[in-house]
């Protein structure tokens, strides 16, 4: 399994857009790369998936360069109710382990 | 609509006395998966079943057993828990193995006395 590597927390404020990069530099070939939230005393509320170049959805883009050594979520103007642990997991579609997260603090 | 329901969301046992954790989904997924997830940690992976199929991971202890009755319901028992073992422990479901995403529910809060 592909070992990724993230920042341990981050710190941002309502309105900003939010960058997390998550660095998985011996990624295969067959793998995927998904996102999923955790909010306190919750189960994780899965995000996005991608492959390669870029997906997009209603809460969130994922920017994969094609080299795929790494991954960038985007979280569009953040507010307070974003601050959570995001984590990204990297593996074939079906075997992927959840990483050590990011927490994200979003401040008024 | 609660899709993955896990009970109870806390529990209390003793050190050493056998606990059953259960968790039921109302999605049809084929897909049942336990994690353990302690204080500031991620989850870790302990099984899942894919149907009947029972996929154990191969850092799990022997003291955590699961059972799958049906579809719907999943068990995780904890034969003799050490203080270790207290945690937070999640199930999740997926349509199948090649399907994300993973549908969790809020999990069960152990504690060991």
């Known amino acids: 399994l592909a070992k990724t590597t993230q920042p341990i927390s981050m710190d941002s404020y309502e309105g900003q857009e939010v960058n997390i990069t998550c660095s998985h530099n011996?990624?295969?070939?067959?793998?995927?790369i998904t996102w999923y939230q955790q909010f306190p005393s919750q189960g994780p509320r899965f995000i996005i998936q991608?492959?390669?170049t870029k997906v997009t959805n209603e809460v969130a883009s994922l920017f994969i360069p094609a080299d795929r050594k790494s991954s960038t979520l985007s979280l569009p103007r953040v507010s307070l109710s974003d601050t959570a642990v995001y984590y990204c997991?990297?593996?074939?579609?079906?075997?992927?382990?959840f990483g050590a997260g990011t927490r994200l603090t979003v401040k008024p | 609509d609660a899709m993955v329901i896990q009970n109870p969301r806390y529990q209390v046992t003793q050190f050493g006395k056998p606990v059953t954790l259960s968790c039921s989904q109302t999605?049809?997924?084929?897909?049942m998966y336990w994690y353990q997830q302690k204080s500031s940690q991620a989850p870790k992976l302990l099984f899942h079943?894919?149907?009947?199929?029972?996929?154990n991971e191969a850092d799990t202890p022997d003291n955590f057993q699961s059972r799958r009755p049906n579809t719907s319901f999943c068990f995780l028992d904890i034969r003799s828990p050490g203080l270790g073992d207290a945690a937070m422990y999640l199930c999740?479901?997926?349509?199948?193995?090649?399907?994300?995403?993973?549908?969790f529910g809020d999990g069960t809060r152990l504690s060991i006395l």
């Open positions: 991608g492959y390669k």
């Open positions: 999605l049809n997924h084929n897909v």
């Open positions: 999740a479901t997926s349509l199948s193995r090649a399907a994300q995403p993973q549908h």
């Open positions: 079943y894919y149907d009947k199929d029972f996929n």
């Open positions: 997991l990297v593996g074939e579609i079906d075997d992927m382990r």
């Open positions: 011996n990624i295969a070939t067959n793998d995927y």
